[in-house]
């Protein structure tokens, strides 16, 4: 009964499904209580608001109903978590599942985590290349068992470019301040290498960009030779502590042309700090 309800709570059952369930299940009346079963029964499934509205009464009837309850539960079959969340029932789901195996290179990103309190077994993907967010598809204990035994993965989350939609669907869109750095330049080339016939215009709206950006930085990252000689430039700009001057002429020149104007003063300073540690050094 529970296991039903928490379905059509999280999203997972058609409509269609549950109000069959609904007018053909007689344990439901006594389960619910007969004005909170006049509630759902009066319900106009057609209404996306009514339909909202039900399964926020209902979710607060079972949790006040079974408070030690896990929280697994309230999480749909597929669902994305942010990794710096700062609700509560993230943070105590993060808390009670534990990961039991990794699939290593090259989906570095794979994991099987387990619940420690309902046994509920996860695969869960760790998206920190872009958004941030932990992916999370509920799976049987079937699967968990050839996953941990045999390491037969599901076919799930093979791409980065499934993660980056994942997250676009769940309507989670980080934006890069600085989009021609180098990891998003390496993003995309890897988008590349999954998918080549992937469009400019996909990877703006998977990343984020404005269709001119991810069409300069599409350029660039299916052209390796060029990337590479980008990517050093940038590496050798960043050691200097001015990573994106490169990006801005305006910036980089202002720089340059700062040091230049102060050169003198900066001289002058460097030697004042150098005699006075000597003399500091010299007088101890
Ligand atoms: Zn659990």
């Known amino acids: 009964m529970e296991n039903i309800l928490w379905k059509f ?11 069959q369930w609904l ?26 608001n009514d339909v909202v509205n039900l399964q926020e009464i209902l979710a607060n009837y079972l949790i006040a109903k079974d408070p030690r309850a896990c929280v697994c539960v309230r999480y749909a079959d597929l669902s994305v978590i942010g990794m710096e969340s700062d609700d509560p029932d993230d943070a105590m789901f993060l808390s009670v599942v534990k990961e ?7 989906y570095w990103w794979l994991n099987l985590y387990s619940c420690n309190v309902c046994k509920q077994n996860w695969l869960l993907a760790q998206e920190e290349r872009m958004n941030d967010i932990y992916i999370l598809k509920r799976i049987s204990a079937v699967d968990a068992n050839l996953i941990y035994q045999e390491n037969k993965w599901p076919a799930s989350f093979r791409t980065y470019e499934e ?15 600085d989009p021609l ?44 030779k060029r ?17 994106s001057a490169q990006n801005d002429p305006t910036v980089w020149q202002n720089f340059k042309e700062h040091c230049q104007k102060h050169s003198t003063s900066i001289i002058i300073w460097c030697l004042i700090f150098v005699v006075g540690r000597l003399l500091s050094l010299y007088f101890r």
């Open 227 to 243: 990337l590479k000689q980008y990517l050093e430039e940038d590496v050798s700009y960043m050691k200097y502590g001015v990573s």
């Open 100 to 106: 039991r195996k990794n699939f290593g290179d090259p």
């Open 23 to 48: 007018y053909t299940t007689k344990e439901l009346e006594p389960f619910l209580g007969e004005d909170l079963h006049l509630d759902v029964i009066l319900t106009n499934f057609e209404n996306r």
């Open 9 to 19: 709570i999280r999203g997972d059952m058609p409509l269609a499904d549950f109000t």
């Open 163 to 177: 993660l980056l939609k994942i997250g676009y669907d769940h309507g989670v869109k980080f934006r890069f301040c």
């Open 181 to 224: 750095s180098s990891s998003l330049c390496y993003l995309v080339a890897d988008l590349i290498k999954e998918r080549d016939d992937i469009t400019p215009k996909e990877i703006s709206v998977l990343l984020n960009l404005d269709e001119e950006t991810a069409k300069e930085i599409y350029e660039l990252a299916s052209n390796p």
